[in-house]
């Protein structure tokens, strides 16, 4: 796998919105075909509410399949009664796909039956190695889905937005799925990072808009990016605290917990993941982590004890813990 692709290889400009095909299942020929617009597939008038996911499935760790299966039957689990439910449409935020989780994720029936998806290969990731993708309700209406590819950035990420209608009159709720830039570097890039990504999220026409992802927030100038750029953080708007990062769980952590025991010690326990939003249109309802120790399967025994091998507590699938935002869509 190529870590960054060769730069007359690609067709965008960075910090400019790049319009990129998604796909729908096609029965009829049994593949995913690209479309750049789509119509709800039901009565949107009947939808409520917005439950938007977020999960980093660690693209370094070995049996990326086995891992990645094990994440989609949790994600499987956890939305099946909103995808019953009349009134609440589904979004799910990847970070760290590899190209072979892309078709694992693109042969899962359920997928295929109720969410669009916003890549099958890697044509729009700067990174060869691993990238973002999304699945979104097919009940939604999406009008548009364009990325944005960081300048500033040395490890090829971006931001991956979905334009959705769900309110009378066509105004448009927008998702954005987004791997911030990791580590401590100098100068740091994940500032200028949301910077970018808020001036899409409060562009003209947005009744409302979602961002959630890995934001790698480590340092203390992470803790105020929303409030730097005009955006409320669900988890602290619903009175959740920040932690040190070496006391006990407090309920913010997302990364840590299930990392290997000498990272942990280093690094303690941070609040990587994060949802933040604006816009009249959504009213946060609920926020909560998800993921917690989730396993490959009992039957895949060699992938169980080779994850043992280097050293986790638990065959744990990724180091992070997701994390899911409810909303009330107001009209």
């Known amino acids: 796998m190529e870590m960054r692709k060769p730069t007359s290889s690609i067709p965008w400009q960075t910090d400019r919105p790049w319009k990129q095909f998604f796909y729908v299942w096609s029965p009829e020929t049994s593949r995913w075909q690209g479309i750049q617009s789509s119509q709800s597939s039901s009565d949107k008038s009947n939808l409520m509410k917005l439950a938007v996911y977020s999960w980093n499935i660690d693209f370094m760790l070995p049996h990326g399949e086995a891992r990645m299966n094990a994440a989609l039957k949790h994600l499987e689990e956890l939305t099946r009664q909103h995808r019953l439910d009349n009134d609440t449409a589904v979004a799910i935020n990847l970070q760290e796909c590899v190209p072979l989780d892309l078709e694992t994720i693109g042969e899962k029936d359920w997928i295929r039956d109720s969410f669009y998806c916003t890549d099958i290969d890697t044509s729009a990731w700067a990174s060869g190695a691993y990238g973002t993708a999304s699945l979104i309700d097919r009940r939604l209406e999406i009008s548009s889905c364009f990325r944005v590819h960081y300048s500033a950035t040395q490890m ?142 009992q039957e895949e025994e060699e992938v169980r004890k080779e994850l043992l091998s280097i050293g986790f507590e638990r065959p744990w699938v990724t180091d992070h813990l997701g994390v899911k935002a409810t909303f009330e869509i107001v009209a």
């Open 156 to 297: 090829e990420r971006d931001a991956l937005f979905i334009d959705v209608s769900v309110l009378p009159g066509g105004q448009k709720v927008r998702l954005c799925n987004t791997h911030l830039e990791s580590l401590v570097l100098e100068p740091p890039m994940r500032p200028a990072q949301m910077r970018l990504i808020a001036t899409y999220l409060h562009a003209e026409g947005i009744a409302g808009a979602v961002v959630t992802g890995d934001f790698n927030a480590i340092q203390p100038f992470d803790r105020s990016l929303h409030l730097d750029n005009d955006l409320e953080d669900a988890y602290l708007e619903l009175g959740g605290q920040e932690g040190d990062g070496r006391s006990a769980d407090n309920g913010a952590y997302t990364w840590g917990q299930q990392a290997l025991p000498e990272l942990r010690l280093l690094y303690g326990c941070s609040r990587m993941d994060k949802v933040f939003f604006c816009g009249d249109s959504l009213r946060l309802q609920g926020f909560e982590r998800f993921g917690a120790d989730v396993e490959p399967d």
